[in-house]
């Protein structure tokens, strides 16, 4: 059954934020915040309640794994995103769904439904 969910948006683009941002609202969901830098992302974890978030993994050249990392300690589902040219994600994020740019409705929306599926109902 489709529940809405609260997405936390992270990537340096804004762009490409705005349009993974219509995706994510076309598909049904809202979005909690848009953050382009690691340490605003995890300032939103701190100060917002959301359900999920999408993690461009690289961010003007900083790695986004920090935000990854708090994700996982709050059992929050994540979906990880690359434009490629980057190192693969750390092992163990192996199992974390990975979708490339560019973005399409079509990579979002399984790719969200994978990262909830794999994370037990809070």
Not at 69 to 93: N, Y
Not at 94 to 109: A, E, F, L, N, S
Request: hydrophobic content about 45%.
């Amino acid at each position: 059954m489709f529940r809405p969910r609260s997405i936390l948006i992270v990537e340096d683009e804004p762009l490409i934020s705005m349009m993974l941002e219509d995706f994510v609202m076309s598909l049904g969901h809202s979005v909690a915040a848009i953050c382009e830098t690691v340490g605003d992302a995890l300032d939103a974890i701190e100060a917002n309640s959301f359900d999920m978030a999408i993690l461009d993994v690289n961010l003007k050249g900083e790695n986004v794994w920090p935000v990854a990392h708090k994700l996982r300690e709050r059992d929050v589902p994540f979906v990880l995103a690359s434009g490629g040219h980057v190192d693969p994600p750390p092992s163990e994020f192996d199992g974390v769904p990975m979708i490339d740019k560019p973005y399409t409705i079509d990579r979002i929306k399984p790719a969200i439904e994978a990262a909830v599926a794999a994370t037990p109902e809070q």
